[in-house]
């Protein structure tokens, strides 16, 4: 019995029994083979079983399709992204052919203008019924629309803008990939059809004009439509009606309204949309009333109540510089002034 004892402690259970090195021979392999009472058991197969085989193929297989999926384009399209175009601009000034007319009322001027039924700020900019187009849905037109809306009030209507105080907050919406060539504009700016702040905002000359009544007058349209299926383009056409005076005049001084009409094209990629930002990529513009001899390339110099256009025409082409803008300018219709 103390034997037994001294061996309790010791189980022998089958994963035991399986791994020993020595294996008892059977009575009948003793018998014919004359075989030693043992033998040594050929050694175990380690590595991996078929059920961890296919497991490890399965994992690899999902981490693989992950990698292709992360690195698709998370909209599903392969249509490869199209570079950002440069701002085209042109900007016209609008002569004036006699004295600009003016009254101490503000809205006596409207009133006897072509912009009596003309909403008063972003009200005359109102978004069209959105459709979706075959790779844009209804959301994603509608974000193009009032992106291009809130360019439209930040860069025409922001007081701050106007007086030529600030230029940020039209910049907030733009593509990264045109900040360089607006900020070269602001600091740089030329008539040059790429670098004249006036094809990217409304800002006047702060010490010859002010706003005379803060209700500016708007009507226009926006379109969109898909020119491709990784592109959205908007179109704009708004006219914009300001009544100016001198800046620092008293508040029963003449005021007079200048007019800007101004055709901007916006493009939109499916970045452009997911961060609410556009590029601007054709500005039209025609101001006035504006004197053709004066630059309206870094601000616009209006012409107020009671005067006149200066002698001269625009500025010089020359037709061997390839690189240069022409210079234009044009007359101001009659029909487009109040009848005071």
Request: glycine share 6%; with cysteine; hydrophobic share 40%.
């Amino acid at each position: 019995m103390g034997g037994e004892d001294e061996y309790r402690s010791v189980v022998f259970d089958e994963s035991f029994v399986r791994a020993a090195r020595l294996q008892e021979s059977s009575a009948r392999e003793r018998m014919t083979d004359h075989a030693p009472a043992v033998r040594r058991r050929p050694p175990l197969r380690r590595g991996f079983t078929r059920q961890a085989l296919i497991l490890v193929v399965l994992i690899l297989v999902a981490f693989g399709t992950a990698i292709y999926m992360g690195v698709r384009h998370p909209y599903g399209t392969d249509d490869a992204q199209q570079p950002v175009e440069p701002l085209r601009m042109t900007v016209v000034p609008l002569s004036p052919q006699g004295k600009v007319p003016g009254a101490a009322d503000a809205e006596t001027l409207f009133a006897h203008s072509p912009a009596a039924q003309y909403e008063v700020g972003a009200e005359g900019i109102p978004l069209p019924a959105a459709r979706s187009t075959v790779h844009f849905s209804d959301s994603q037109v509608v974000t193009a629309l009032t992106t291009a809306k809130d360019y439209l009030v930040r860069s025409s209507l922001y007081p701050e803008v106007l007086d030529s105080s600030e230029v940020r907050p039209a910049r907030a919406l733009l593509d990264p990939a045109q900040l360089d060539q607006f900020d070269q504009s602001v600091d740089h700016p030329a008539a040059d059809g790429r670098h004249a702040p006036t094809g990217w905002l409304v800002r006047f000359d702060p010490t010859r004009a002010e706003l005379a009544d803060p209700r500016i007058r708007v009507q226009g349209n926006l379109t969109a439509a898909e020119t491709d299926p990784a592109t959205l383009e908007v179109t704009a056409d708004h006219t914009f009606v300001y009544a100016l005076r001198p800046t620092g005049a008293p508040a029963g001084a003449p005021a007079s309204l200048f007019t800007v009409r101004r055709q901007l094209t916006f493009r939109f990629d499916r970045d452009d949309l997911r961060l609410h930002q556009a590029q601007l990529v054709a500005s039209y513009v025609q101001a006035g009333p504006l004197s053709c001899a004066e630059d309206a390339a870094d601000h616009l110099h209006p012409l107020l109540a009671g005067q006149t256009a200066k002698a001269g025409g625009p500025a010089g082409t020359n037709p061997f510089a390839t690189d240069s803008a022409t210079a234009l300018c044009g007359t101001l219709s009659t029909a487009a002034e109040p009848t005071v």
